[in-house]
Structure formats: C-alpha cells, structure tokens
C-alpha cells in the first residue's frame, strides 16, 4: 500500500503531538482538570501548533485539523463559561435562598421580641391600673372612714347639745319649781303671820271689853 509524502509530515506532527500531550492530559485526567482552563490551553496550543505545520509544510488537511481543533476548544470553552455562569448562578440563588431564609428567621425572631414587648407592656400596663384601683379603693375607704367619723363626731356634738339643752331645761325646770315652793312657803308664812296677828288684835280687843 502506497503512502502519499505529504501524508508522512502529518503522521509525524501528529504523532508528536500526541506523544507531547500525553503526560499532560494523564496529570489532567488525575486531578479531575479534564475541562479545566489549563487543558483548553494545551488544545489552543495542539491547534497553533496543527496549523503552523499546515502552513510550513503547505499541508491543508493540518490547517483544517487545527482551525477543527481551536473551534473545538472554543466551543468547550464556551460550555464551560456557559456552566460556570449556571454554576454562580446557582450559588448566587443558593445564598439568596439561605439569606432570605436568615432574614426571615430575623423577622420571625424580630417579630416575636416585639410581641413579646408587647406583653410585658401590655402586663406592666395592667398592673398599674391594678394598682391604681387599689389606691383609689384604698383613698375611697379612708374617705368614707374619715366622713363616717366626722358624722359621727357631729352626731356626738348633737347629742351633746341635745343632752346640755336637755339638763339646761331640766336644771330650769328644777329652779322654776323651787322658786314656786319657795313663794308657796313665802305665801304660808305670810298668810300664818297674818292670822296671827289677827289673833293677837282679837285677844288684845277682847282684854279690853274685860276691863271696862
């Protein structure tokens, strides 16, 4: 089987080239960088390097294989851009996902501190009226204590009055009745002083008519 002479170049370009490649794309295939940067940088250079050979040994079937080989690598390029983006995309939305949840856990921790607020305000504000009635109840009780006890000391005086006019009309109407028994006894000494002396003018006229 005949091998035409521009064939000979290209086996050897290509042979060597692989042979180049082949530690790199090993130590690539290794460490998980089999569409990493560094491996779309080692096909840019298999591309350059088809086509400066097409080029040097005016061989149009290596141009074509490197202008192949650069779309290729542009086209994984692009993919890995493409999934690299999707992939921030993705992390993006993740840690939007996570801090709208921490948001929404401050505000359910936000909201419970202010309805929590809200009891102890609403608390504190009833144990102020609690107290308030209490001292209202309290002011209302010696109120009605000190009114009771002033009625009462104005009953008392009452009374007091009442009794002093009473023993004043009684010690009155004691005086009135001795004054009556006096001018009643004043009366009867009068009147037995008169009949006595009415006696003795009787007994001195009848001593009279005897000496005659």
Do not use: F, Y
């Amino acid at each position: 089987m005949s091998v035409s002479v521009s064939r000979v170049p290209r086996t050897i370009v290509d042979r060597s080239l692989k042979l180049a490649r082949a530690p790199i794309d090993a130590a690539l295939s290794v460490t998980g960088a089999s569409e990493s940067p560094a491996k779309h940088l080692v096909d840019r250079l298999e591309a350059g390097a088809r086509s400066a050979s097409g080029v040097l040994l005016a061989d149009q079937e290596l141009k074509e294989q490197g202008r192949a080989v650069l779309l290729a690598t542009r086209q994984r390029e692009r993919a890995a851009s493409l999934q690299g983006e999707a992939e921030l995309r993705r992390e993006e939305a993740d840690r939007n996902l996570e801090q709208a949840a921490e948001e929404s856990a401050e505000e359910r921790a936000e909201a419970r501190r202010k309805a929590e607020a809200k009891r102890r305000e609403a608390e504190k504000r009833r144990r102020e009226r609690e107290e308030r009635a209490k001292k209202a109840a309290v002011a209302k009780k010696e109120k009605v204590a000190k009114a009771a006890k002033k009625a009462e000391r104005s009953n008392t005086k009452r009374d007091q009055a009442a009794k002093l006019r009473k023993l004043d009309a009684q010690e009155e109407s004691i005086e009135r009745r001795e004054q009556a028994a006096a001018a009643e006894r004043e009366a009867e000494r009068i009147g037995e002083a008169a009949a006595a002396a009415k006696r003795d003018r009787k007994d001195d006229s009848g001593t009279g008519e005897d000496g005659r």
